[in-house]
Nanobody, 128 residues
Framework: VQLVESGGGLAQPGGSLRLSCAAS????????MGWFRQAPGKEEREFVA?????????YYSDSVKGRFTISRENAKNTLWLQMNNVKPGGAGVYSC?????????????????????WGQGTQVTVSS
């Protein structure tokens, strides 16, 4: 199983970045996918966004709602996170994660510890 993130880098406050996550080694189309952020100096991963296996439902943290968009294309085994109007507090390592199964409770999508597979992450820095 591999999840490989790309697209991180330096963004100015108010700027945009698009993160990608390339998946392989599992049936991507059967897995929910999420993005999590590890802020500088913190160990825990903070939920950012998630999407069900068929893109039917998306979930966002309150801090990114209206600014970030999660999307996927199952035919390409790829997940994206479009980040608009980035804020200095949004810096950190962004990781994509995969979780098998389908649930209607948002807890199953926003809780890092129940995800099955993780990528190594891509660094996002926000600075003027």
């Amino acid at each position: 199983v591999q999840l490989v993130e790309s697209g991180g880098g330096l963004a100015q406050p108010g700027g945009s970045l698009r993160l990608s996550c390339a998946a392989s080694g599992f049936t991507f189309s059967s897995y929910a996918m999420g993005w999590f952020r590890q802020a500088p100096g913190k160990e825990e991963r903070e939920f950012v966004a998630a999407i069900t296996y068929n893109s039917g439902t998306t979930y966002y943290s309150d801090s990114v709602k209206g600014r970030f968009t999660i999307s996927r294309e199952n035919a390409k085994n790829t997940l994206w996170l479009q980040m608009n109007n980035v804020k200095p507090g949004g810096a950190g390592v962004y990781s994509c994660a995969a979780r098998g199964g389908y649930d209607t409770d948002s807890w199953y999508y926003t809780t890092a510890r129940i995800y099955d597979y993780w990528g190594q992450g891509t660094q996002v820095t926000v600075s003027s």
